[in-house]
């Protein structure tokens, strides 16, 4: 294994241990996680693996496979920068469960793909430590651990989506997870019976503002919710009664999140009828309203979405956070080079970076390796 090769060569022995965590795409329920809301991720076949080796004192010694250059040592978790902060955050978060630590890191999550690098990085580390420590935390915990490291060492303001896909997904299935309970069920997700898959298109664009504009997105929620005088948006089970209280943008965040609820339940409730094809619908309406109502799409995300309907999908939508990154089409196994030739087409057409393309199954979530 290539990880523990590494961390032989930079630090002299064998890891302790070696976790890998996966990245995610979300099949729908986008911007509803930080509004207590509900989600249906799937992990990836892309990840990230960790090799760990816990060590006496507080120094933290980091290989990255993916950084030039050998390990950064780091005397004081406050000194971490750039990717190294996912990693120590999580080793913050612990507080003094944990001490230091030498760890090596590969990953092959295609990058700016908007696919959930840092989680799958926060979820492999935090797991490897939590089995060297004997700590006996469970995935979901797990999840919560690695989305403080994320909220409150790196300082983006995300919600429980991304950890909890990467800690608890199972191959074949997608997770139903409800972010206020926290309850989760795994969804059988058998694209290939029906002759469908699932294609990734990343646009290869990530748009510098992203971080601002979900800071924003999220603030205009939580202000909506207490005008409406609800703990959180998912409380609102009168929309009409709700977007009449209302005005300008938060009016705009409440009707996505409140139909993006909907559309998870529905699209359940068609995959267990086995009527997989028909999502394809939702997913273009929960395009839409991300475009529409929640504006955090992009040109290059609507153009994406557009072309591949016109190309034979019977649906596709933008995945994550928005302003770039990557969306999902859901797509005839025979219809998949008329799809990517006419995504390809439209953004040449446009003068649009070419994009990549991806196919996505469903993958298992965080598992040790060695
Ligand atoms: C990012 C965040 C998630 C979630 C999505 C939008 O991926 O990390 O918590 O909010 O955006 O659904």
Not at 89 to 115: E, S, T
């Amino acid at each position: 294994m290539r990880v523990a090769e590494a961390f032989r060569a930079a630090f002299g022995a064998d890891p302790r241990t070696v976790w890998r965590a996966p990245g995610r795409v979300n099949l729908i329920g986008e911007h509803t996680d930080y509004n207590d809301g509900f989600v249906l991720p799937f992990a990836v076949p892309w990840g990230v693996s960790a090799a760990v080796t816990p060590r006496a004192d507080q120094t933290i010694r980091l290989l990255s496979l993916q950084s030039s250059g050998g390990p950064v040592e780091l005397p004081a978790r406050e000194e971490a920068t750039g990717w190294a902060r996912y990693a120590v955050g999580v080793l913050a978060m612990l507080g003094d469960r944990v001490a230091g630590a030498d760890i090596a890191i590969d990953g092959d999550v295609p990058q700016g793909a908007g696919l959930s690098s840092s989680a799958a990085l926060e979820v492999a580390v935090a797991s490897a430590l939590n089995d060297v420590h004997g700590l006996g935390l469970t995935p979901m915990e797990i999840a919560l651990l690695s989305q403080r490291a994320e909220n409150d060492f790196v300082g983006m303001p995300c919600g429980i989506m991304d950890q909890a896909a990467s800690a608890l997904c199972q191959e074949g299935h997608a997770l139903f997870l409800d972010c206020r309970s926290l309850g989760s069920r795994n969804i059988p997700l058998d694209l290939a019976a029906e002759g469908l898959s699932i294609l990734i298109i990343d646009t290869q664009v990530h748009h510098e503002h992203a971080g601002g504009e979900y800071a924003k997105r999220r603030a205009e929620c939580e202000s909506a919710a207490r005008k409406l005088g609800v703990p959180s948006l998912r409380d609102v089970t009168d929309l009409a009664a709700a977007l009449d209280r209302l005005q300008g943008a938060e009016r705009k965040r409440v009707m996505h999140v409140v139909t993006e609820n909907h559309r998870v339940e529905a699209l359940i409730g068609l995959l267990r009828a086995g009527k997989v094809t028909e999502i394809g619908a939702l997913l273009n309406a929960s395009h839409l309203s991300l475009r529409d109502q929640y504006e955090v799409s992009s040109p290059e995300l609507d153009v994406a979405v557009e072309a591949a309907f016109r190309g034979g999908a019977r649906g596709a939508r933008m995945t994550g956070g928005g302003f770039g990154g990557s969306a999902i089409a859901l797509v005839p196994d025979a219809r998949l080079d008329d799809v990517r030739a006419s995504v390809t087409a439209a953004y040449a057409e446009r003068g649009f970076q070419a994009p990549r393309f991806l196919s996505a199954t469903a993958a298992k979530g965080a598992h040790r390796l060695a």
